[in-house]
């Protein structure tokens, strides 16, 4: 059991490099689907509840924005949908509420600050916007996790920053080298 809780670890880290490596929303919000399954097997697994509740409001709102954004689906289906999410995000609000009371400590606090920096991220259609709270979300998160000591997404920030900071940074003064690396190309 522990080695498979190690192998979704490191497969949570793979799939945070896909999320961040993609220069559009579209490609980003499809690699998001495969870290969403991950990471809500392995948020259960080693009983986080705020990871396992960000990642079904992870995927709850890259589903809703891919469905709004890249898709013909009515606008009455993605307006139910849009309201279930809603009503899912109020329930997962109380539920952070009670947990964080249950046990206060500056981890869980944070860790609960992360999953709203995360939300606005994905809310947003603009990729820079979302790769500067992404960016945010990697100090926040990394912290937490460090205090809660999860080794995999202490890495997993880490990886965020570098990667988000190089998007934000790096790219806009030397675009060309992103054609180099074969995963970040248009």
Known sequence: M???VQILG????VFYIFLLVFNTMQRMRLASFLSVANDVV???MIGVMPKVLLNLVVGSVSFY???NDFTNVSKKVI????VLMIAALIYFLNFAINAYLADPSLGMLLTWADFVIILIALSVKNIKIYQSFMFLSAFVGG????LLGIDQMVVIKIIVALLSGYKLFVHPLYPDLETKLLFWKK
Do not use: E, H, K
Request: aromatic share 38%.
């Open 10 to 13: 490191w497969t949570s880290v």
């Open 42 to 44: 392995w948020g259960f």
């Open 65 to 67: 924005r891919y469905l």
């Open 143 to 146: 912290y937490a996790y460090y």
């Open 2 to 4: 522990d080695s498979i």
């Open 79 to 82: 307006n139910v949908f849009l």
